[in-house]
């Protein structure tokens, strides 16, 4: 005799912590017909009978309780060890920086879903550098210069800085400047290229980027950003460009590890994506 199905046993399973076969089909995330289905294929390929109908509702059978008992927490374990099996054929798992997640990525994730609905995306923001040899991520977005070792590194964009206001705001020289503490260093940058914007007024000091693209599309001051994050609302009239955008020699590169490669299929697809949304 072949093995018990799977899905025959995680039917059973659900229903005996179940008080019905609704309920076990909305646990299971199946309709009721389907886990029917499972059990009596279940029962056909045991050829014993494991559930009897009572009315609206389904009891177990003794042999149904016996075979349980016996089995104990194998469905969980087994559960356990294809899960991650699962998830890497439909998943895949992105580590980015949040303003990179918020400004640039996450707008354009409905083409993505309308694309390649069976491949989900699961975004993970953090500041801190992320392990991809030894953590569970498929690939990362990083920025920097694109050399870091044993990591495949493909250039998304360079990234440029502009100086920005909302377009209601009358620029003076009280106007206050919204700084980053983790960017502190753009103005300078900016103005070792730009042009001759020389803003004085008082400084606003906010924690990351972020927090400063919110400052500045409230209209509380000036900022420079990258360029790729104001561009749609500069392109909607919410902002407006103060001065000459400039390129530097840093990017944001979707990169994996090369010695840990997965989810080839699904990674391609995402890097043929994304490169088209740079386009």
């Known amino acids: 005799m072949s093995l018990p199905s799977i899905r025959g046993l995680e039917a059973l399973s659900a229903l005996a912590r ?17 886990l029917s289905h499972r059990i009596a294929d279940l029962e056909h390929q045991l050829g ?25 927490d194998s469905l969980e374990r087994i559960e356990a060890a294809v899960a991650p099996l699962r998830r890497r054929r439909a998943q895949l798992r992105i580590s980015t920086v949040a303003t990179f997640a918020s400004h640039w990525l996450i707008p354009r994730l409905a083409d993505w879903q309308s ?21 569970d991520f498929d690939a990362g977005i ?17 990234e ?9 705001l009358v620029v003076a020289a009280s106007t206050p400047v919204i700084r980053a503490r983790s ?20 400084i606003l000091v906010v924690e990351n980027r972020a927090q400063a693209m919110d400052a ?41 590890s090369r010695a840990a490669k997965r ?7 995402l890097a043929n994506w994304l490169s088209e949304q740079v386009a």
């Open 115 to 135: 694309r390649y609905p069976e491949i989900e995306l699961l975004l993970s923001t953090s500041t801190r550098p992320v392990d991809l040899d030894r953590e």
């Open 263 to 269: 989810n080839d299929l699904t990674y391609c697809n």
């Open 48 to 72: 014993v009978r494991l559930v009897r109908p009572e009315g609206r509702c389904a009891t177990l059978t003794d042999e149904a309780r016996s075979l349980l008992a016996v089995m104990g």
């Open 142 to 158: 990083r920025h920097g210069l694109g050399h870091w070792p044993g990591i495949d590194a493909h250039l998304l964009f360079r």
């Open 216 to 256: 500045v599309l409230a209209g509380a001051g000036i900022t420079v950003m990258e360029g790729a994050f104001v561009l749609p609302h500069i392109q909607s009239s919410r902002l407006r460009a103060l001065g000459t955008t400039v390129t530097l020699s840093e990017g944001y590169y979707l990169v994996r």
């Open 160 to 168: 440029t800085l502009v100086p920005v206001a909302a377009t209601g």
């Open 183 to 202: 960017r502190w260093r753009d103005w300078m940058r900016w103005s070792k290229g730009g042009d001759a914007l020389d803003p004085q007024g008082p």
């Open 18 to 34: 179940s008080d019905s076969l609704a309920a076990a089909a909305r646990g299971l995330g199946v309709t009721r017909s389907a």
